[in-house]
């Protein structure tokens, strides 16, 4: 399966991850592309998104591009005038998506004998609330991450409308009514 981010790419964007095998770490990557990414870029993007992955760099159209790896542009505020602004980039976003679910699970590991937690003879362990708080911290970030992606996406005209948000593992979404 192909993907928007790689390992590699992962451990050098987001916040330091540890020595994470790279098969957990490709399965939180596939976690957070479908069910944060996907659903608010929809399956359209995302799909133009991976296709642009297997372009030459100098056949990659430059929106896109700069869609993944973040930069500056200028929009046109009307009366006002142009502004400049700033994003990280797709790929950021995922990869403090990616750090979030290795909070929560990440040294779960499955074994012949069922789930157990890997744990060293010096290592301490994080409380249930110290975890929930810095996992609820990094999804604060990825998402403020990601907003930024949906205005550059809606600025550049690759989107229309944003799609529903997806059913974020372990976040709430409250709506204002009226």
Known sequence: MKHLLTTEELRKLGRPIGKVADDKLTAFITEAEQLHIKPILGDELFIGLLAEQDKAVEQRDEV????????????????????????MG???????????????????????????VKSGDYSDRLSSKERSD???NTLEVANSYLKDCVAYCKEKGLIKRVGKPAASIGGIVIRKIG
């Open 134 to 136: 810095a996992y609820n």
């Open 90 to 116: 797709l790929k950021v976003a995922i990869s403090y998506f990616v750090y979030a679910q290795n909070l929560m699970v990440g040294d779960v590991e499955s074994t012949r004998y069922g789930s157990v």
């Open 64 to 87: 896109k591009t700069m869609l993944l790896d973040g930069g500056s542009y200028v929009i046109n505020e009307g009366c006002d005038g142009e502004s400049i602004r700033s994003f």
